[in-house]
């Protein structure tokens, strides 16, 4: 039995319904079955990773977790849940991110965290240390809608962004087969490619102009301090700055890992050109 949580999510539900098809036994950790909207085969269990004592129902008699922390930074909760995990399943699946380091004053912080907690706990683990998301990109979907324009201050960054159904199918291999504990896996797409190219597959794709225009610094700063400080505005925007400057790889593993090619952005978003239109 593999409890997965974040089931309802962007590569947790793929993880779930990818299980599925693999024949797994699947439970899935949700907050309110009642709107989970998952496979009939799927065994759906009420709890919430915030509540440890939640959990408990949830991790009888499970073999495996695939576990999709809930928050961007690790809150209190963290140890008693990865204890609790660590206890009750053989194999935690966990989905970092590329460049975790608990050093880090980020989300990469967060996942170096628990990552650390992981490892400490003495159970076995698998890390996927994904890049970025080709779904962040639903991001654009209200603005493409409302005047077929996308508006982004780095128009440089040139990111091999990855299909969650890839970050998924490599998941359910770790799960599913052995000779993966231990390990710890960078992923991404198998192309690289900055926002306005991007933005032109998605046009091609929906058959319809969809235009990149290049945000201005200042209009960018403003948007960010609407919700973070200015001492942090200025250090995101540099370490942005610094990022542009390095174009991302691409790392083979989804393919090494599951024998078929990574899909492509194009493929990306025709799986999800309805929330598009």
């Given at each position: 039995m ?6 309802t999510g962007?590569?947790?539900g793929?993880v ?11 439970r899935?950790l949700v907050?309110d079955p009642?709107?989970a ?41 963290a ?26 004053d980020?989300?990469?912080?967060s996942?170096g ?9 003495g ?5 996927l ?10 991001g654009?979907?209200?603005s ?6 996308v ?10 962004v990855i299909?969650?159904a ?12 052995a ?7 960078e992923?991404t ?15 091609e794709?929906?058959?319809?102009p ?11 700063r ?33 393919t090494a890992?599951?024998g078929a090619?990574g899909?492509?952005?194009?493929d ?8 598009f239109?």
């Amino acid at each position: 039995m593999i409890l997965v949580t974040g089931a309802t999510g962007k590569v947790g539900g793929q993880v779930v319904r990818q299980l599925v098809d693999s024949g797994a036994e699947v439970r899935a950790l949700v907050r309110d079955p009642e709107r989970a909207a998952l496979p009939e085969q799927v065994e759906v269990v009420r709890g919430d990773l915030a509540d440890p004592g939640s959990l408990d129902h949830a991790l009888t008699g499970i073999d495996s977790v695939f576990l999709v922390w809930p928050t961007l930074f690790a809150d209190d909760a963290a140890p008693a849940v990865v204890r609790r995990l660590a206890t009750r399943a053989g194999h935690i699946v966990y989905l970092s991110a590329m460049g975790a380091d608990e050093s880090a004053d980020s989300v990469l912080g967060s996942h170096g965290l628990l990552e650390r907690l992981i490892v400490e706990s003495g159970g076995d683990y698998t890390f996927l240390r994904a890049g970025g998301f080709a779904g962040n990109d639903l991001g654009w979907a209200e603005s493409i809608r409302a005047d077929g324009v996308v508006r982004e201050q780095y128009e440089a960054w040139a990111r091999s962004v990855i299909h969650e159904a890839d970050i998924a199918a490599v998941g359910v291999r770790t799960l599913t087969e052995a000779g993966h504990r231990g390990a710890y896996y960078e992923l991404t797409g198998p192309e690289v490619l900055t926002a306005p190219e991007r933005v032109a597959i998605i046009a091609e794709v929906l058959g319809r102009p969809v235009r990149f225009e290049k945000l201005p610094t200042e209009q960018a700063r403003a948007g960010l301090l609407g919700w973070l400080p200015p001492g942090e505005v200025d250090a995101m925007m540099a370490g942005m700055d610094e990022i542009t400057a390095r174009p991302e790889s691409v790392i083979p593993t989804v393919t090494a890992l599951t024998g078929a090619p990574g899909r492509t952005y194009r493929d990306w978003v025709r799986d999800h050109a309805l929330e598009f239109a």
